[in-house]
């Protein structure tokens, strides 16, 4: 994936979720959206070590960190979960095939895991 084509998915993303949850703002202001979009180029960048590596736990390790992470920022899980659920909506546009197929599985199996752990603090 080319420099261009991440700053377009990561700029794409950051408002569509600053848009779908604007309480962010309120929360975490301008140093939220900064931050924002930081996150969203380590999501990119370790999609594509990911890929190079050939090694999906690398990813799966990353999602768990980074949802901890936020949560101790005060970010709930389900907005991580929309946030890889949008680059898998958007990466298609930007990617190679054989690696789109890659991150979007990459993306996907970290959702799931993600989805799990929310379920299971809901109960």
């Known amino acids: 994936m080319n420099d261009r084509a991440k700053e377009l998915i990561v ?35 370790h999609l594509e070590t990911t890929y190079e590596m050939d090694d999906i736990n690398f990813f799966l390790d990353y999602a768990d960190w980074l949802d901890n992470v936020l949560r101790r920022q005060n970010v709930e899980t389900y907005v991580v979960i929309d ?16 690696e789109e197929t890659a991150y979007l599985f990459y993306l996907e199996s970290a959702v799931e895991i993600l989805q799990t752990r929310q379920d299971g603090e809901q109960i």
């Open 11 to 45: 700029r794409e993303v950051v408002e569509e979720i600053y848009t779908a949850f604007p309480e962010l703002w309120d929360q975490h202001e301008e140093s939220g959206y900064e931050k924002a979009i930081e996150y969203n180029f380590h999501h990119l960048e």
């Open 83 to 98: 946030n890889f659920e949008r680059l898998v909506r958007l990466i298609p546009e930007h990617v190679e095939p054989e």
